[in-house]
């Protein structure tokens, strides 16, 4: 089974209404959080139980849990396609899919669920080697998102993007050589953001394939962004945008 560690994980899961095993809560560990977790959990007829610290500690394996564990139903595959889906049956915005090309490090792509959530993607897609996979320490740094938006895992990143182009989609990709700014692209389209991985960035297959690849503007000695806070600029550019197209004139 999948465990979900710390506050914001589980509260997210039953806000969700993911199928949750149980919740395991460490005996002494009381404040409204943990009694905002009780409340849901009874009221979605999740089974509690109250460990002592030591046993909390060996059913999460490692101690950054906050004192707060659930096990949960591993989570159900999602397809390139079931993204897209998602996306077409918005009435509210046009499809907006975040794609990562080898992003490793879980907390870089925890961080990055997380602000494509908040951005209001439809769904992150990654590739199912050179990444990091979706684990509980990718989940713990989403802080509970990963319950929220779909995550996708391709065979072939070039691909699906090859797939997304058919299915009407404008592929912009970041990267710090490109002379375009990104606040220079039009995200009114479908449009599909493409991440390189720490260090690497693009790789050329997935370079080639971007409509456009643009580029962050920074002074001084810094030449690039940790992937995680190049995302959180390019996606809430896209939101920004999308936001003035339906702004009422005037405002």
């Not at 397809?79 to 907390?107: I, M, N, W, Y």
């Not at 961080?111 to 996979?133: D, Q």
Request: hydrophobic residues 45%.
């Amino acid at each position: 089974m999948d465990r979900l560690t710390g506050i914001h994980a589980v509260r997210e899961a039953l806000e969700a209404r993911r199928a949750l095993d149980r919740i395991v809560i460490a005996r002494g560990r009381q404040d409204h959080r943990v009694e905002e977790i009780v409340q849901l959990a009874r009221r979605g007829d999740v089974p509690l139980r109250f460990e002592d610290r030591a046993q909390v500690d060996r059913l999460a394996g490692t101690k950054e849990h906050q004192g707060v564990v659930a096990l949960a139903a591993p989570r159900s595959v999602v397809s390139l396609e079931d993204v897209l889906r998602a996306a077409a049956s918005d009435q509210t915005q046009k499809g907006f899919v975040v794609l990562l090309d080898g992003v490793e490090d879980p907390h870089n792509l925890g961080a990055i669920i997380r602000t494509a959530l908040a951005a209001g993607a439809h769904g992150v897609v990654i590739p199912e080697r050179r990444a990091a996979g979706l684990t509980e320490a990718v989940a713990r740094a989403s802080a509970g998102a990963m319950s929220h938006l779909r995550v996708a895992r391709v065979t072939n990143l070039p691909r699906a993007m090859e797939e997304m182009k058919k299915a009407g989609y404008w592929l912009i990709g970041l990267d710090e050589r490109a002379e375009k700014n990104y606040a220079e692209a039009d995200y009114s389209s479908p449009v599909g953001i493409v991440l390189g991985g720490e260090g690497k960035g693009l790789h050329d297959l997935t370079r080639k394939r971007c409509d456009i690849v643009v580029s962050l503007p920074t002074t001084g000695p810094v030449r690039s962004l940790n992937v995680s806070v190049a995302a959180g600029v390019v996606l809430f550019e896209v939101l920004r945008q999308r936001r003035a197209l339906h702004r009422p004139s005037g405002d």
